[in-house]
């Protein structure tokens, strides 16, 4: 089992949040940014829409967090 998942989940909650938008907002503004033009999409829009889909990871961790308290 990888150390990774273990030492996220030690981590504050106020951390993880931070890390996974460090992470995901910009692999998702530039996946979405390259893959816009291939759906018929300006790219600065492609960019858009790539951080709204990289956000649902994050609200899964908050959901997850209310939830537990």
């Known amino acids: 089992m990888s150390l990774l998942p273990r030492w996220f989940e030690t981590q504050p909650f106020e951390r993880q949040v ?3 938008a460090v992470v ?3 692999i998702g503004f530039t996946a ?3 893959l816009a033009p ?3 999409v ?6 858009v829409y790539g ?7 994050l609200s899964l961790l908050v959901m997850r967090e209310a939830s537990a308290n």
């Open 24 to 26: 995901l907002d910009p």
């Open 38 to 40: 291939e759906l018929g």
């Open 32 to 34: 979405g940014y390259l």
């Open 42 to 47: 300006e790219p600065i829009l492609g960019g």
């Open 18 to 20: 931070v890390v996974l």
């Open 51 to 57: 951080l709204i889909a990289a956000s649902l990871p």
